[in-house]
């Protein structure tokens, strides 16, 4: 009798073991489920929501044609107002009672570097934030894909085309004090280190996240009389500053920020404003349908009806969609949490998305190394080669 007992349990043990050897949190036979948490709410909502979009619309359009491998993808997206406590709540939930099978399109520094720890344990993965920073291409490379360029590199090439284009000198730099900010002013002071030539920063003014407490920096970075001043923040503070420093008449007239700034709502909010305002980005100009990954990118965001979220953010969204949609088809029909990582780091993880080339390693988790110009001018996103045509302008 006890042998009959002991025989029924090991008997089964052993099928269960072998029915959920198959199992992989967050996929079904139908469906695959994707984790994001990001800004929806608050001062920096857009970039949040814009993000979403653009993966949205990707899902939406191979899901439309059947999903990947027979399965549909799924996103939810929980919003962490650009603050890392709520970041942190909002991972915890998405793993460990959504059980999402890898987290997707973060938005933010300051919340990246909460929430890359809590990921690493859970050894998902965390493909495409929207963040530059250099923390995510070297001390997270098994647990992080980035899309973008870095920050150092959009503000390397900004001084590069202050230097040899406008001749400027004396910068001074506005930044968010946090991990966002100090990064940037970590890759501007590499920047003028590395090219030199008389570079000089004068002056360093920062403001708290999610607030507009400009003036201590601005009045701080006035006296220092800066030819242009580089901003790393986002739209709303950004463009605060920007119209004070048109009140108080501070000398530079020439302000420059990085891709996270959202340049889509920064114009917006400067439509009358005489300043030359540049801006670097890490993803092709989108307000065109030239190549095949605009087209398809255009299409897919009128699929969702978001004609209207078409931007540099949303670009980036889609792409990030697509990167890993081709990662789940080279994954195979049996997906697990290592053959999804695997395709990150072989021989072949060479990516064309419409025509977009990134390309990674064992030790490289950055795709893609592109930095492209624009400029604000009434309230509109224009595309620029460099900054010689402003030359005689700030003479």
């Given amino acids: 009798m006890i042998f009959r007992f002991l025989f029924f349990i090991n008997f089964f043990f052993s099928n269960f073991a072998i029915a959920n050897s198959d199992f992989v949190e967050g996929v079904t036979k139908t469906e695959i489920f994707f984790g994001q948490s990001a800004a929806?709410?608050?001062?920096?909502?857009?970039?949040?929501?814009?993000?979403?979009?653009?993966?949205?619309?990707?899902?939406?359009?191979?899901?439309?044609?059947?999903?990947?491998?027979?399965?549909?993808?799924?996103?939810?997206?929980l919003d962490d107002h650009y603050e890392p406590e709520t970041a942190i709540k909002n991972i915890y939930h998405l793993i460990d009672k959504e059980k999402v099978f890898s987290l997707i399109g973060g938005v933010g520094t300051p919340t990246s570097k909460a929430i890359v720890p809590i990921i690493k344990k859970s050894k998902k993965l965390y493909i495409g934030p929207l963040t530059?920073?250099?923390?995510?291409?070297?001390?997270?490379v098994?647990?992080?894909?980035?899309?973008?360029?870095?920050?150092f590199q959009e503000i390397k090439e900004m001084v590069l085309r202050l230097k040899n284009d406008l001749k400027i000198k004396r910068i001074a730099i506005f930044y968010q004090n946090d991990s966002y900010g100090i990064d940037g002013l970590n890759a501007l002071e590499k920047?003028?280190?590395?090219i030199n030539k008389g570079?000089?920063?004068?002056?360093?003014?920062?403001?708290?996240?999610?607030t507009m407490a400009i003036k201590t920096a601005l009045l701080n970075i006035k006296k220092a009389k800066p030819d242009a001043i580089i901003i790393i923040g986002t739209y709303s503070p950004a463009a605060h500053f920007i119209k004070w420093s048109e009140k108080l008449k501070i000398k530079s007239k020439l302000f420059l920020s990085v891709s996270f700034v959202g340049v889509s709502e920064l114009a917006k909010k400067l439509k009358n404003s005489k300043s030359l305002v540049f801006v670097t980005q890490v993803v092709p100009f989108p307000y065109n349908k030239?190549?095949?990954?605009?087209?398809?990118?255009?299409?897919?965001?009128?699929?969702?009806?978001?004609?209207n979220k078409i931007g540099f953010v949303s670009l980036e969204g889609y792409i990030v969609g697509r990167i890993v949609i081709e990662a789940l088809k080279r994954a195979g029909k049996k997906?697990?949490?290592?053959?999804?990582?695997?395709?990150?780091k072989s021989k072949k993880s060479n990516f064309n998305i419409d025509g977009l080339r990134l390309s990674y390693t064992k030790?490289?988790?950055?795709?893609?190394?592109?930095?492209?110009?624009t400029r604000i001018f009434k309230g509109r996103v224009l595309p620029l080669k460099n900054l010689k045509a402003f030359y005689k302008k700030i003479k």
Wanted: glycine letters at 8%.
């Fill in 335 to 344: 997906l697990t949490n290592k053959s999804f990582k695997k395709v990150f």
């Fill in 199 to 210: 570079l000089k920063i004068v002056s360093r003014g920062s403001y708290l996240r999610n």
């Fill in 142 to 151: 098994n647990t992080v894909v980035n899309i973008r360029s870095s920050y």
């Fill in 132 to 140: 530059g920073a250099s923390f995510l291409r070297s001390s997270h």
């Fill in 290 to 307: 030239k190549g095949r990954l605009l087209k398809n990118y255009h299409r897919a965001m009128k699929k969702i009806k978001s004609s």
């Fill in 40 to 77: 929806l709410t608050g001062p920096a909502k857009s970039l949040g929501l814009n993000m979403q979009k653009g993966i949205l619309s990707a899902f939406v359009e191979v899901n439309n044609n059947g999903g990947v491998n027979g399965r549909k993808l799924r996103l939810k997206s």
């Fill in 363 to 373: 030790k490289n988790n950055q795709g893609s190394n592109k930095v492209f110009l």
């Fill in 191 to 194: 920047s003028v280190k590395e």
